[in-house]
């Protein structure tokens, strides 16, 4: 029996879409498979914006056309030039008065080239594995994976951490998987020329000429500049800095800090006592733990040093948050102090700068690096893995996590090689990396990962003052319910969770080289239930979009003003005190050609690109179907509402906190 289709196939609007070259257009039906036909021929061209309609006839029945098979073919006598394909459109005819009594729509918006063969583009319609009924779409979901499986392989960075792709090029990835971030202009006349001067900077004044230059417009960093040596602001970057995960309440004082309570009872309350405030739970700490042992770097032939600081704070009655006692290496001895609020001015500043300078490096490597651009990786290897496209999870999951591939590839090539910034700048350098990471991906956590437990666990969550977890809690949120009603969708039981062969496969190789088999680590080996299934989906969509957000977009303002961050020191810690002048300080702060490289790097990577995509504002068609697509529109209002709220809050506050704002936040790590 004959049947003939109408197929229009769509090339994009945007303007390098075209292609001088001809598509091969098969139909792939639950019976029988099309014969080929050309597109692009005659007077239809494979043009941006251009509806290109052919004809299908074929001498016996489909069936319902499942697939369609598209195949870029160069031109003789022309450039061979990629061809961004939007979709293709099936309209089955009925056979007496050629009327379509069929239609059926297979997006596409992705990049052939004549090199890569065909691809496979399914319908509208998504499915997990158990639910499949079409004998076709099973076997395709098994061919599909079988490629991608070949293609994004496992790797290894460095061993004890986790693994990433196995490429060492962004051109190994393919146009569908690469971006052009469109720059938002950064100025970098200021922080040229300094590049020769590896000397320490000769006075703060000469600091203050090179910030004016470059902190024009820059609300945040400028009072950063007024504020740095304040014990109010040193407390409030530890809860709205660019590194809000290092603190936490405590239940007693650490064994290895030698303070005793005559010691700090000046800086609490007069009718109180340590003991009283701990069990109060005002007491915090900052340990920095996960730095003893690490080999500092040697920058400018000078060799340089790293410390391990503890640092206790307390949270008086109008939750403004103080540092009380920091002892700047881990082992208590005579020749480790612990410094406090009463000491010599420079003694203090100094050891708030040590500390300042250990978070720099758990900022960067473990809030940062880890906890974002690597989780983001791990999961966007196994998803392209594990899921086929159709399945609903590969759809809602790849617009936060695709681009972490790229921006990763390009970190381990420049930032993190041999002549980057952290070779060249950073205290932290080539050898300590791979040990801190180490460290820290022993000690990570899922509860850690999970804003609400994260900040149970810490204890900061009804600080006054934490805007970060106030607005983290309530992101989390909105995105928790829009994650559970899309699982909703998919998965009407506990029991269609642990049947979905696909996802159980995902989770145990997120497991296996993201977190390495360790057990302790608490992440999921499988899912039994929806509700843990929609918790971790959360928790990786929060963690390549807001979090990422608040770590990242942050960093340059909390760190133009050198000494409030400062990412190496180079000369060790103190072993005593009363002996510290300001040419000691200045000499112990990072060189000014360090200072400059890293406040250039800073200001590529802390700004949004100038195509920026604000959290789920969702471009392509990942949710064409109406039920996804209602969700989305609730999930959008949501948060348009709560960036509104965050903004009449900040309006009121001294120093506003936007980092969290929905509208802030990039829907993908790109930088």
Request: charged residues 20%; negative net charge; proline residues 6%.
């Amino acid at each position: 029996m004959e049947e003939e289709y109408r197929v229009t196939v769509r090339t994009a609007m945007t303007p390098n879409a075209g292609s001088y070259g001809t598509a091969q257009v098969t139909l792939l039906g639950t019976q029988a498979v099309s014969p080929t036909v050309s597109v692009g021929n005659g007077k239809q061209r494979l043009t941006p914006g251009s509806e290109c309609v052919i004809t299908i006839r074929t001498k016996e029945s489909l069936g319902s056309v499942a697939l369609v098979r598209l195949c870029l073919e160069g031109r003789s006598g022309f450039p061979d030039l990629d061809w961004f394909c939007q979709g293709v459109e099936v309209a089955a005819l009925s056979s007496a008065r050629k009327r379509r009594r069929h239609i059926e729509y297979f997006p596409c918006s992705k990049w052939l080239r004549t090199a890569d063969g065909s691809i496979v583009l399914w319908s509208r319609r998504v499915c997990i594995v158990n639910l499949e009924t079409v004998n076709v779409l099973k076997d395709h979901r098994v061919q599909e994976l079988q490629i991608k499986q070949k293609y994004f392989r496992w790797s290894t960075f460095a061993e004890g951490l986790p693994h990433c792709v196995d490429m060492t090029s962004v051109n190994q990835l393919g146009p569908n998987m690469s971006y052009m971030r469109q720059s938002p202009g950064s100025n970098l006349l200021y922080l040229r020329g300094f590049g020769e001067m590896a000397c320490s900077w000769s006075s703060l004044e000469d600091m203050e000429i090179l910030f004016a230059h470059n902190s024009q417009g820059k609300t945040t960093a400028k009072y950063v500049h007024d504020h740095w040596k304040e014990d109010s602001f040193f407390g409030y970057q530890c809860l709205n800095g660019c590194n809000p995960l290092m603190l936490h309440r405590i239940q007693h004082v650490p064994p290895n800090m030698s303070i005793t309570p005559e010691m700090l009872h000046p800086f609490l309350p007069e009718d109180s006592s340590l003991e009283q405030e701990i069990k109060l739970g005002t007491i915090f700490l900052l340990d920095y733990k996960l730095l003893e042992g690490v080999p500092p770097n040697t920058i400018n032939g000078k060799q340089q040093y790293l410390a391990a600081p503890l640092c206790l704070l307390h949270c008086d009655h109008q939750g403004v948050l103080k540092p009380i006692a920091i002892q700047v290496q881990q082992t208590p001895g005579p020749q480790n102090p612990v410094f406090v609020p009463s000491d010599p001015e420079l003694d203090w500043l100094l050891a708030k700068t040590w500390v300042r300078c250990a978070d720099f490096q758990c900022h960067q490597l473990i809030s940062h690096f880890l906890r974002t651009h690597i989780l983001g990786e791990v999961v966007c290897i196994a998803t392209l893995r594990q899921f086929p496209e159709i399945h609903p999870l590969y759809q809602l999951l790849m617009p936060h996590i695709w681009s972490t591939l790229q921006i990763n590839i390009q970190a381990r090539m420049s930032l993190l090689a041999s002549g980057g910034v952290f070779d060249k700048s950073i205290g932290c350098g080539l050898k300590g990396i791979p040990v801190l990471l180490r460290n820290a991906t022993q000690q990570l956590s899922y509860r850690s990962l999970c804003v609400p437990d994260d900040l149970e666990d810490r204890g900061v969550g009804s600080l006054r003052q934490s805007y970060y977890a106030q607005d983290a809690l309530r992101v989390w949120a909105i995105l928790h319910s829009f994650v559970s009603n899309w699982v909703d969708l998919y998965y009407d039981s506990n029991c269609k969770v642990k049947q979905d062969v696909e996802l159980q496969n995902w989770i145990r190789e997120i497991f296996t080289h993201g977190f390495l088999e360790l057990s302790q680590s608490g992440i999921p080996q499988s899912f039994q239930t929806k509700m843990e299934l929609s918790k971790f989906v959360t928790m990786i969509i929060f963690s390549c979009s807001a979090l990422h957000a608040a770590v990242n977009f942050s960093q340059l303002e909390f760190s133009l003003w050198m000494p409030n961050s400062p990412t190496t020191m180079n000369r060790p810690p103190p072993q005593s005190k009363g002996s510290v002048t300001m040419d000691d300080f200045l000499s112990i702060l990072p060189d000014v050609n360090v200072t400059c490289s890293v406040l250039t790097t800073l200001s590529l990577l802390s700004q949004p690109g100038a195509d920026f995509i604000p959290l789920c504002q969702y471009r392509e068609e990942h949710f064409s179907s109406d039920a996804p697509r209602r969700l989305v529109e609730v999930l959008q209002r949501e948060l348009n509402s709560l960036s509104a709220e965050i903004a009449d809050r900040n309006s009121q506050l001294e120093l506003p906190y936007p980092y969290l704002s929905p509208d802030r936040i990039e829907n993908s790590v790109t930088i």
